[in-house]
């Protein structure tokens, strides 16, 4: 018999996941598994792995492998390449977002919207279909249209290029979106925009995961699990009350929880 | 820093306008002398004037030394090893598109450019040379009701022989260089465009300017005069065939602009390129120079250079009328073995001259790509202006850039600006692409179309589409 609230299947699975760059081990044993429609938090000092993480699951040439595995939706994505990964919906919101001179955003948005609407089996857009799109998103994030005739990022102020990030976020509809620090350099007024965005875009058939050193983006956005990563791993999981507990005692507070094996 | 690995598997897309037509043709016996330069002359049934200007030519060529200042590396030419004639065979007196040998017509319809009524371009008419020859020239009779003249140099030179006369070599005189002296000497064929007082010209006009034989050079000639507020766009492609051979190809272009005056040249260079051991391709030796005579005349060249195994170009401005503006925006792409030593001169002559300098060289595989550009600020040019910027963008880390800049002022009283730069397509801006989605090859050609777009800008709209596919076609596999 079907039991009546049907049991959703894992979105992103990461099983003791080891990772290196220049022969230089970061990632230790990371595991972590989210089911849709969950916010998860991790937190962690500087150098602790949590961006390395973020850059493994989106594909980034410079780091490696070295054990374990990451599945999305059951699927092994290790071989695939970035932009596989991207259609196939993982998100990574960039810490620092690159500048790319030259090329125009709107088009820079219209055809990554389309590699994923074209992955999706859903109708490539045309210019003025997309228009209408685009339109629609700027306002979850506030942007006037005349940030689309711009150059990718260049010239955008910090907060500018975080919310051209949660615009590419809203625009991908990803099943897998990873924020790496998105709320770093930004004024209040600019995390309100930020965080109500990504309140907006998120949805019970997807995942988030928020790469954060502060507390005041996890006020905005309730995550339903926090983790604390210390050393390439995660060394303490909890409920958004941990972040709350970081925030008054401080990382050095977590220290008594790493293995020193 | 892109892998190495990433950047190794260098290939280009094959080079599709590589085919061969088999037509018979009529070539003359290898090799040059006063002999040859007379044989081709009667061949063209030419007035003595010209027979003179290309003997002269001659003797002065005979007493140059071929130059060696750009950054070039070739195989020395054997200018007694070409054929300096060569023409299909076809009816002596074509007098309608309906003679010309289907093959021909056939050949420019794979080209892409339909010369036949029902099918040629509707905006654009097209000189076709192949060869030594020009094959026909669309739209003539609709442009003689505007008075405009537009035909193959051929003809300009039996029934327009007073501007013949009067202008051709008067922007590049047969001494102006080595390979300027060669063609005066053998140019075989080319397009003339006269443009009428007050006229702007209706329609773009174009040549295609095809090389089929492997032997034989070609050597064009081009002449464009603008009378007194006129102004006109010009079009110019090439294609040759693969072959494993190096061929020469040697033109001239000269453009005159009086009062008033504009004119506008594009270029869309695809000669073939060799292949990827560099072996083949066409060695291209051009000399390119509008002079504004006129007051308030302006001559801007855009160029979109992919091709050819050695490009040897430097399309100038001489700006001798009192405020008259000279523009080149440039795209040079060099991939495999290619070689370009490209750029412009401005010459400011006249008071309030102005001048703008758009380079963009991009280098894939193991290529070399420099920019030579001369802005000279003569004496008498109070208040001239220049404006120039130079970039370059490598592809993987064994391409070459360089940037040449010469400056000359004698009149303080003007400005010259220069910007240069030199980027790299970066790891980080590539993965950036990707992760949303994008696929590697075309998350490069996005970057190189942008790193281009200033110059796109400025190519008429056919072109620009034309120029950033072409450039997309020739990277494919460049970074992968």
Known sequence: MKSKKETKKPLLEIHDLFASTENLTILKGVNITINPGEIHAIMGRNGCGKSTLSKIIAGHPSYEITGGKIKLSGTDIEPLEPEERAQAGIFLGFQYPIEIPGVSNLEFLRVATNARRKFLNKEELDTFEFEDLVKEKLEIVKMEPTFLDRSINQGFSGGEKKRNEILQMALLEPKIAILDETDSGLDIDALRIVASGIKKIANENSGIILITHYQRLLDEIKPDFVHVMANGKIIKTGNSELALELEKNGYEWTDKFIDKT | ?480
């Open chain 2, 1 to 480: 820093m892109v892998n190495d690995n990433l950047v190794d598997n260098i290939v280009s897309e094959p080079y599709k306008y590589g085919f061969v037509t088999e037509i018979e043709s009529e070539k003359i016996s290898k090799g040059i002398n006063e002999d040859i330069i007379r044989l081709i002359s009667s061949k063209k049934n030419e007035p003595e004037y010209l027979l003179n200007f290309r003997l002269n030519a001659f003797k002065k060529w005979q007493a140059m030394e071929e130059p060696d200042w750009a950054d070039l590396g070739y195989e020395a030419i054997d200018y007694q090893d070409i054929i300096y004639y060569s023409a299909p065979k076809q009816q002596e007196k074509i007098t309608s598109l309906d003679e010309v040998d289907p093959k021909l017509l056939e050949t420019f319809d794979k080209l892409g450019i339909p010369l036949t009524e029902q099918k040629r371009l509707t905006n654009v008419a097209v000189d076709a040379v192949f060869d030594s020859v020009s094959i026909a020239t669309t739209f003539k009779e609709q442009l003689a009701e505007h008075g405009v003249i537009f035909c193959s140099i051929s003809e300009a030179i039996k029934d327009h022989s007073d501007l013949i006369e009067k202008y051709l070599g008067s922007v590049i005189p047969a001494s102006d260089n080595y390979f300027a002296a060669l063609n005066s000497a053998v140019f075989s064929d080319g397009s003339f465009v006269y443009i009428p007082k007050n006229v702007t010209c209706p329609m773009d006009l174009s040549s295609y300017f095809r090389i089929n034989s492997g032997d034989s050079g070609q050597f064009e000639r081009t002449l464009i005069i603008a009378e007194e507020a006129s102004s006109v766009s010009y079009l110019e492609g090439c294609t040759a065939p693969m072959f494993d051979t190096n061929t020469l190809h040697a033109a001239v272009v000269e453009l005159i602009a009086l009062d008033d005056a504009s004119i506008k040249y594009s270029t869309v260079q695809n000669w073939y390129a060799g292949n990827e051991q560099g072996v083949g391709g066409i060695f291209n030796f051009v000399t390119k120079r509008g002079k504004c005579i006129g007051k308030r005349s302006k001559i801007s060249w855009s160029q979109v250079e992919t091709g050819s195994a050695i490009t040897w170009k430097y399309p100038s401005c001489i700006l001798l009328g009192e405020e008259s503006v000279g523009e080149f925006y440039s795209v040079a792409l060099t991939n495999n073995l290619q070689q370009a030593d490209t750029g412009t001169k401005m010459i400011h002559i006249g008071p309030k001259t102005k001048s703008t300098i758009v380079s963009k060289g991009i280098s894939a595989g193991k290529s070399s790509n420099s920019y030579r550009g001369l802005v000279k600020i003569g004496s008498k040019a109070k208040g001239a202006r220049n404006y120039s910027q130079c970039d370059s963008m490598l592809i993987g880390d064994k391409a070459a850039a360089n940037t040449f800049p010469y400056i000359q002022s004698q009149q303080s009283n003007s400005e010259v600006e220069h910007e240069a730069s030199t980027c790299r397509i970066s790891e980080d801006q590539l993965f950036y692409l990707q992760s949303r989605g994008i696929e590697f090859e075309e998350a490069v050609s996005m970057m190189v179309s942008g790193f281009c777009r200033d110059v796109f800008n400025q190519l008429p709209m056919e072109f620009a589409a034309e120029a950033d596919k072409l450039l997309s076609l020739k990277l494919e596999g460049s970074v992968g």
